[in-house]
């Protein structure tokens, strides 16, 4: 409605300027013929032009003004609220700029602080293996030198045990060899002759004793 | 009852009988020969045991074989034995009467063991010393083992006394042994 109000304005205006002018140039033609020059006033023409300036104006105003500022108005909402649209959108999107730097800032804390965690239980599985590495190559060492030293033992208590083995069965070789009827007499004797004497002083022994308590 | 005691009772009965007539000495003789005579000779002690003789008939041999040879109180004390059937404790008899012997007389048995064999002169002084030692009469009974050495090892009842020159080297070793380098 509004454009076609525009375009009947529009045609008005163009039949005004090419149909007035035409009728003012043929008045203007007898005018020279009459003798008028460049610089001279032509008051009918002026008037015809306020005429259709004002019916120019008229017009626009009656049927295309509105509509044109209409259109005008329509469009500066449309441009502001796509501005408005577009600043809102800018403010979300620094807001989430904003949110997601300190998300990433929060994030490189967060991966920072399981670095140092991570790097301090390593840390200590490192000493832990290390102490239980060294306590073990201790026992292992303590180990060895008490199978050492039981080795040793052994040896020493075998050689001794052999050497006293040789040096005895040397010796009852010899005494078997050298002992005689005789001598093997006398040796018989003599633990006899122990036995008796232990018998005799336990025998005195007692009596003292029963001499004693009587 | 067990045999040992049974036996004691018949070795106390002969005992008392030989006491008696002074003849414990005589009777122990006697009843050690029967029962060598029972250890040694397997027809003889088939003939005192097996059942196959009539008990009338076996006193009747025995009693002909043995008359003039044991003192009666012996012969008869043997038929008494075949009477109740306990002639095949006879050994066990002999040994429980011979306790009782050298407990009567004071004597003890004593094993005595030599490195090689002994004369007649040094058993009898090892009989007199070990008499002195043991406070009565001693009855060696000699063995040798030439693994002592030397010197002797004397075993009476449970007592052990050991004067050989093996137990000298014994503790010589273990003293060696314990001795520190």
Not at chain 1, 64 to 88: S, T
Not at chain 2, 105 to 116: N, P
């Amino acid at each position: 409605m509004i454009v076609s109000r525009a375009v009947t304005a529009a045609v008005l205006v163009l039949a005004a300027t090419v149909f007035v002018p035409e009728a003012l140039r043929a008045q203007g033609g007898a005018a020279a013929e009459g003798g008028g020059g460049i610089y001279d006033i032509n008051t009918g023409l002026s008037v015809w032009t306020l005429i259709v300036f004002a019916a120019l104006v008229a017009i626009l105003g009656k049927f295309a003004w509105k509509p044109i500022l209409e259109n005008v108005e329509a469009r500066e909402k449309g441009i502001q609220a796509a501005i408005d649209e577009a600043a809102r959108l800018n403010a979300e999107a620094a807001q989430l700029l904003a949110q997601h730097r300190a998300q990433l800032a929060d994030a490189r804390r967060q991966a920072s602080e399981l670095i140092a965690e991570g790097r301090a239980a390593g840390e200590g599985v490192r000493k832990s293996i290390e102490e239980k590495a060294r306590a073990e190559a201790q026992q292992i060492v303590e180990r060895a030198r008490q199978e050492i030293e039981r080795e040793r033992d052994a040896a020493i208590d075998a050689l001794r045990k052999e050497s006293v083995d040789l040096a005895l069965a040397a010796a009852s070789r010899l005494m078997q060899q050298n002992l005689d009827q005789t001598k093997d007499r006398q040796l018989v004797e003599r633990y006899l002759g122990d036995l008796t004497r232990e018998r005799n002083e336990k025998k005195e022994g007692s009596r003292t004793g029963a001499g004693a308590r009587a | 009852m067990r045999d040992e005691t049974v036996s004691k009772n018949y070795a106390e009965t002969l005992f008392a009988l030989g006491q008696k007539h002074d003849a414990i000495a005589e009777y122990g003789a006697s009843l050690d020969t029967l029962a060598k005579l029972l250890d040694e000779d397997r027809r003889f002690r088939l003939f005192l045991e097996t059942p196959r003789i009539d008990d009338e008939q076996r006193k009747q041999a025995l009693k002909r074989a043995l008359d003039g040879k044991l003192p009666k109180n012996v012969v008869n004390f043997v038929l008494v034995t075949i009477d109740k059937r306990r002639q095949r404790l006879l050994r066990e008899i002999s040994r429980q009467y011979n306790l009782l012997l050298d407990a009567h007389l004071e004597r003890e048995h004593v094993e005595v063991t030599l490195a090689r064999e002994a004369t007649d002169e040094t058993e009898k002084l090892i009989a007199t010393k070990l008499s002195g030692v043991l406070g009565k009469e001693a009855i060696p009974h000699f063995r040798v083992k030439p693994e002592i050495i030397g010197g002797l090892v004397v075993r009476t009842g449970s007592t052990i006394y050991d004067g050989s020159i093996k137990r000298r080297l014994d503790g010589l070793r273990r003293h060696l042994l314990r001795a520190a380098i």
